[in-house]
């Protein structure tokens, strides 16, 4: 390491060179005192916006080896306080993933490893507050360059001083980065096509919430009723509302025109804006209103958005009657139910 202790040098820092600073204002011990510290070339006379008599190198227990070791062993129990947390991170998620164990431990491990490097810093590191000059406003020159090279230099030492710290830290990071890999496996597996089906399918029974099939009479005209597919109460994609039109004339696809039971008609719940159940139902309008943002969903117009940020109309199921008279799907939905996150890409 370059130490420079001869303030002196540069021939052209002579008291009042500049700054008008008594002889006695320039420090004369520390590290490395050196113009370029300040942004000054040796060359150059001390500018005025320069305070002189700045300690440019102070070093919290330099002297005091007994200090500095306690100091050591502060900074070592903070690393051991978080490399213990770590480990249980890995324990608690292994075992259950207690959230509230687990964000303790976590609050630990990040405290841990944060209080001890600020320790080090503060107590076994050198360090230079200085008020620089303004310079030039272009690239940094070459003093100004050395400077960096050299406080950098000045860090480096004292780490190197202290290779237990230096190995206890590189520990405690290999620890941590692996508890940090666990939560991982809760990401689960990819959905890939799962949100584009739900459980309904050809031939699927549409059951009310305690499993009772339903035939058409079971609906009076504007009555509306939430139907799950037989077997499938689970699946949270599925929640279907029965609507019972009556004769009000509504606007189907050429393509659909099978799709429905005389004035009976299945559209999804789920509302295509955040997924929230779109079931409160105006019979004089025939709209259905989703109450987390107000979209607004015209029945009679294939359930399009009238109103609100739902940016397309609620799916339609396929429905038709089987052999028994009960009312089932015709196939799954033809395209994806809920927000339109999942229809992108
Ligand atoms: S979730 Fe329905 S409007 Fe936002």
Redesign the pocket.
């Known amino acids: 390491m370059t130490i420079l202790d001869d303030p002196g040098q540069g021939g052209s820092r002579e008291p009042g060179a500049g700054g008008g600073a008594e002889p006695g204002d320039q420090p004369t011990e520390g590290l490395a005192f050196d113009p370029r510290h300040f942004g000054i070339a040796p060359d150059e006379p001390w500018p005025d916006d320069v305070p002189r008599g700045q300690d440019d190198s102070h070093w919290r227990f330099e002297h005091d080896p007994g200090r500095a070791r306690i100091a050591e062993l502060r900074i070592a129990a903070c690393w051991i306080v978080s490399l213990l947390a770590s480990i249980g991170i890995a324990v608690v998620y292994v075992t259950g993933a207690q959230n509230q164990a687990s964000g303790i431990l976590w609050a630990l491990a990040f405290l841990g490893i944060g209080v001890g490097l600020i320790l080090w810093a503060r107590d076994l590191l050198p360090g230079h507050d200085v008020i620089a000059s303004r310079g030039r406003h272009d690239a940094s020159d070459e003093g100004n360059r050395w400077a960096v090279a050299e406080s950098f230099a000045r860090g480096l030492e004292p780490i190197a001083r202290r290779p237990f710290l230096f190995k206890l830290l590189g520990a405690v990071g290999g620890v941590f980065g692996i508890a940090a890999l666990f939560p991982l496996a809760s990401l689960g597996p990819r959905p890939d096509r799962n949100l584009y089906h739900t459980k309904w399918g050809r031939g699927v029974r549409a059951v009310t919430e305690d499993g009772r099939p339903l035939r058409p009479s079971d609906l009076p005209v504007n009555g509306i009723l939430t139907v799950f597919p037989e077997g499938g109460m689970e699946d949270a994609l599925a929640p279907t509302l029965l609507i019972n039109l009556g004769d009000a004339p509504f606007e189907i696809p050429p393509s659909r025109t099978n799709w429905n039971i005389g004035g009976i008609v299945a559209f999804s719940k789920i509302?295509?804006?955040?997924?929230?159940p779109?079931g409160l139902y105006n019979v004089q309008t025939h709209q259905l209103v989703?109450?987390?943002?107000?979209?607004t969903f015209d029945v009679l117009e294939d359930c399009k958005p009238v109103f609100?940020?739902?940016p397309r109309s609620l799916p339609q199921l396929p429905i038709t009657t089987d052999t028994e008279g009960y009312i089932v799907a015709r196939s799954d939905y033809t395209q994806p139910v809920g927000?339109g996150f999942w229809n992108r890409g």
């Open positions: 509302c295509t804006h955040a997924g929230c779109a989703c109450p987390c943002h107000q979209s609100g940020p739902a927000p």
